[in-house]
């Protein structure tokens, strides 16, 4: 009987510890989704950050602007956008190759232009939605970025990929005819985020490069 009555006392007691204290995650680089509350969060020094924004705006935007009459300094993505590309990108991947961990992905982001707008729409129906919007309809030829996931391959090099198409985890995009030269027909699974956050089945990579520029959107909430 006694040992019954500490028996179940251990047991509450156990409950009410894993309650109280619940177990986290590894922080270790061998998990996907993974828990960083025990990890400091990533800082930059303020007098920095104020050196490369300037000598952004000083060198390369100035010259940009030698040549076209204004061009956009920053870009701004919602973190739901951002938290939606890692977490498809890092879900997909467990779900191709259990193998493969975090440490071996990572996101690299290009420098890119919005296209010609007479081409928003056909061919490229993603930006459609930006021909309703004042501030989108002057995105035509502006400064921005496109993130797009990339994997770590055994010759230590971090390639492009697409996290829905398990071909590419090995050979990347560049050397696959179907992502270097493709098709106007082409279709790519992928998850696409545009102004409407309409469904990923439009014909592009796994990759996201609609945040709002800045020019022409508001500049007041800048900090640098």
Same mark, same amino acid.
């Given at each position: 009987?006694?040992?019954?009555?500490?028996? +179940?006392?251990?047991?509450?007691? %156990?409950?009410?510890? @894993?309650?109280?204290?619940?177990? /986290?995650?590894?922080?270790?680089?061998?998990? +996907?989704?993974?828990?960083?509350?025990?990890?400091?969060?990533?800082?930059?020094?303020?007098?920095?950050?104020? !050196?490369?924004?300037?000598?952004?705006?000083?060198?390369?935007?100035?010259? @940009?602007?030698?040549?076209?009459?204004?061009?956009?300094?920053?870009?701004? $993505?919602? $973190?739901?956008? +951002?938290?939606?590309?890692?977490?498809?990108?890092?879900?997909?991947?467990? /779900?191709?190759?259990?193998?493969?961990?975090?440490?071996?992905?990572?996101?690299? +982001?290009?420098?890119?232009?919005? =296209?010609?707008?007479?081409?928003?729409?056909?061919?490229?129906?993603?930006?459609?939605? $930006?021909?309703?919007? =004042?501030?989108? *309809?002057?995105?035509?030829?502006?400064?921005?970025?496109?993130?797009?996931?990339?994997?770590?391959?055994?010759?230590?090099?971090?390639?492009?990929?697409?996290?829905?198409?398990? *071909?590419?985890?090995?050979?990347?995009?560049?050397?696959?005819?179907?992502?270097?030269?493709?098709?106007?027909?082409?279709?790519? =699974?992928?998850? &696409?985020? &545009? /102004?409407?956050?309409?469904?990923?089945?439009? =014909?592009? &990579?796994?990759?996201?490069?609609?945040?709002?520029?800045?020019?022409?959107?508001?500049? !007041?909430?800048?900090? %640098?």
């Amino acid at each position: 009987m006694l040992s019954t009555i500490l028996l +179940i006392g251990t047991l509450i007691a %156990f409950g009410v510890y @894993i309650y109280k204290f619940p177990p /986290k995650s590894s922080s270790s680089n061998n998990h +996907i989704c993974m828990d960083y509350s025990n990890e400091q969060m990533s800082e930059l020094n303020v007098n920095l950050v104020h !050196t490369m924004v300037n000598g952004y705006r000083d060198k390369q935007l100035r010259y @940009i602007q030698n040549t076209m009459t204004k061009d956009a300094h920053s870009i701004w $993505f919602d $973190f739901e956008t +951002i938290k939606k590309l890692i977490y498809h990108t890092e879900m997909n991947v467990k /779900k191709n190759n259990n193998s493969i961990t975090s440490k071996h992905l990572g996101l690299r +982001i290009y420098y890119a232009n919005y =296209p010609e707008q007479s081409t928003w729409g056909n061919p490229y129906t993603d930006l459609s939605d $930006f021909l309703n919007d =004042p501030i989108t *309809q002057q995105y035509s030829h502006l400064h921005t970025l496109v993130a797009i996931p990339t994997i770590k391959r055994k010759n230590g090099i971090n390639a492009d990929f697409n996290p829905t198409d398990v *071909q590419t985890y090995t050979t990347g995009l560049k050397n696959l005819e179907y992502y270097s030269n493709p098709a106007p027909s082409n279709v790519i =699974p992928g998850m &696409t985020v &545009t /102004k409407s956050s309409r469904a990923s089945s439009n =014909p592009s &990579t796994g990759a996201q490069n609609h945040g709002s520029l800045i020019p022409p959107a508001n500049d !007041t909430g800048e900090g %640098f």
